[in-house]
């Protein structure tokens, strides 16, 4: 059975795994808030302690959904995947692949060419996120991956983002379902936000109702029945969690309100390389 069959939605998109919440650009506006400091006393919950996925988490989401998904996409992103230590972002690939999972991971490019061409070659399919201050490492890579990479390359040209706190605001976005509910879970914590915009939302309202919630709802990779939690998902979602999505999220609308271009910072490091140098 494929996730499609098991939500019953058309067309299940893929899951989304968040495996750091740390970058090497700091974008104006990023949907992650990875351009917000991380600091202890920081007013926004997700943005006080530096984290990574654990071996365990993916462990526990391929046992529970065994038999399930296995032809739908899995996709890495962050913040950055590839800052994580490259080893363990290499135990993160070969872990999804010991369970047959298919990937697909969005990068800027970092670190991607510290990946080992054996792992690299485990993805399906790759995102080069072009956000306009890293043009030339972007096509370092792709010239890079065209001697050997078997799978299919993606650049994103993104060089301005969306004042998200103003889209979420906007009355355009009020009351209107983007109709992505369930077709792009994401995995954090053990936790699967029914739409990955709904941590970032999360983090940017600066609490953590959206996450208890869901745990109070049992809609987390440690219970046992989670799968016919989601499977029920209409009658077991929260309804707190329902009006964020109905009445919180840009996606809709998402381009409006004002965008602002990305610059270059002091503290962006475009590539590895750069930074050993």
Same mark, same amino acid.
């Given at each position: 059975?494929?996730?499609?069959?098991?939500?019953?939605?058309?067309?299940?998109?893929?899951?989304?795994? !968040?495996?750091?919440?740390?970058?090497?650009?700091?974008?104006?506006?990023?949907?992650?808030?990875?351009?917000?400091?991380?600091?202890?006393d920081s007013p926004y919950p997700t943005r006080r302690n530096?984290?990574?996925?654990?071996?365990?988490?993916?462990?526990?989401?391929?046992?529970?959904?065994?038999?399930?998904?296995?032809?739908?996409?899995?996709?890495?992103?962050?913040?950055? !995947?590839?800052?994580?230590? *490259?080893?363990?972002?290499?135990?993160?690939?070969?872990?999804?692949?010991?369970?047959?999972?298919?990937?697909?991971?969005?990068?800027?490019?970092?670190?991607?060419?510290?990946?080992?061409?054996?792992?690299?070659?485990?993805?399906?399919?790759?995102?080069?996120?072009?956000?306009?201050?890293?043009?030339?490492?972007?096509?370092?890579?792709?010239?890079?991956?065209?001697?050997?990479?078997?799978?299919?390359?993606?650049?994103?040209?993104?060089?301005?983002?969306?004042?998200?706190?103003?889209?979420?605001?906007? !009355?355009?976005?009020?009351?209107?379902?983007?109709?992505?509910?369930?077709?792009? !879970?994401?995995?954090?914590?053990?936790? *699967?936000?029914?739409?990955?915009?709904?941590?970032?939302?999360?983090?940017?309202?600066?609490?953590?109702?959206?996450?208890?919630?869901?745990?109070?709802?049992?809609?987390?990779?440690?219970?046992?029945?989670?799968?016919?939690?989601?499977?029920?998902?209409?009658?077991?979602?929260?309804?707190?969690?329902?009006?964020?999505?109905?009445?919180?999220?840009?996606?809709?609308?998402?381009?409006?309100?004002?965008?602002?271009?990305?610059?270059?910072?002091?503290?962006?490091?475009?590539?590895?390389?750069?930074?050993?140098?």
């Open positions: 059975m494929n996730y499609t069959e098991l939500f019953n939605v058309k067309p299940f998109l893929y899951f989304v795994f !968040p495996v750091v919440n740390y970058c090497n650009l700091h974008c104006e506006w990023c949907s992650t808030l990875n351009h917000i400091p991380i600091r202890r530096k984290w990574e996925i654990s071996l365990d988490t993916i462990r526990l989401f391929c046992e529970r959904f065994k038999d399930h998904g296995i032809d739908n996409m899995h996709r890495l992103t962050g913040a950055e !995947p590839t800052c994580m230590p *490259i080893k363990k972002l290499e135990a993160v690939i070969d872990t999804f692949k010991s369970y047959n999972r298919k990937l697909w991971m969005i990068t800027n490019g970092y670190n991607l060419m510290g990946l080992s061409k054996e792992h690299i070659n485990k993805f399906s399919g790759l995102t080069l996120d072009d956000h306009g201050i890293n043009h030339s490492h972007i096509k370092t890579c792709k010239k890079y991956l065209d001697h050997f990479y078997n799978g299919h390359v993606q650049v994103l040209v993104q060089e301005t983002h969306w004042n998200l706190v103003e889209a979420m605001n906007h !009355p355009s976005n009020k009351g209107k379902h983007c109709q992505s509910m369930m077709r792009t !879970p994401a995995v954090i914590d053990s936790i *699967i936000y029914p739409c990955g915009n709904l941590f970032n939302i999360e983090q940017i309202n600066k609490d953590t109702r959206i996450r208890r919630e869901l745990l109070d709802a049992q809609w987390t990779l440690e219970n046992p029945k989670i799968l016919q939690v989601l499977k029920n998902w209409r009658k077991t979602m929260p309804r707190y969690v329902l009006n964020q999505c109905l009445n919180s999220c840009w996606r809709p609308n998402w381009r409006v309100g004002k965008s602002v271009k990305i610059t270059l910072k002091t503290n962006d490091i475009i590539s590895k390389a750069i930074e050993e140098t």
